[in-house]
Nanobody, 124 residues
Framework: QVQLVESGGGLVQPGGSLRLSCVASGSIFSINAMGWYRQAPGKERDFVALIRWNGGNTVYADSVKGRFTISRDNAKNTVYLQMNSLKPEDTAVYYC?????????????????WGQGTQVTVSS
């Protein structure tokens, strides 16, 4: 089992920045990729970004390319999501997820473990 704990959400003005963190514990050896997803009220959970645990390859949703950066610190078992130039449409609950799959996938079904989520609100 893998446990994931997110932090770093909050209220920010449009154009501002936030950095989300996700600390993994438990069977870390089984993780091959970590991802961030978000879910706005009344909408489906959408892919944001992912990073391969080894190698560090990254994939981003088109809506966040150039604004968000995913990174990892293997020594701390932590994945980060740096969010810049935030827009009101980025408002959502952000979830961290871990995948045991060796395939790179943006589908949430590829992820085996999920955190409880952290709220990000972008508003003036």
């Amino acid at each position: 089992q893998v446990q994931l704990v997110e932090s770093g959400g909050g209220l920010v003005q449009p154009g501002g920045s936030l950095r989300l963190s996700c600390v993994a514990s438990g069977s870390i050896f089984s993780i091959n990729a970590m991802g961030w997803y978000r879910q706005a009220p009344g909408k489906e959970r959408d892919f944001v970004a992912l990073i391969r645990w080894n190698g560090g390859n990254t994939v981003y949703a088109d809506s966040v390319k150039g604004r968000f950066t995913i990174s990892r610190d293997n020594a701390k078992n932590t994945v980060y999501l740096q969010m810049n130039s935030l827009k009101p449409e980025d408002t959502a609950v952000y979830y961290c997820a871990a995948s045991r799959s060796y395939l790179t996938s943006t589908s949430p079904v590829a992820y085996n473990y999920w955190g409880q989520g952290t709220q990000v609100t972008v508003s003036s």
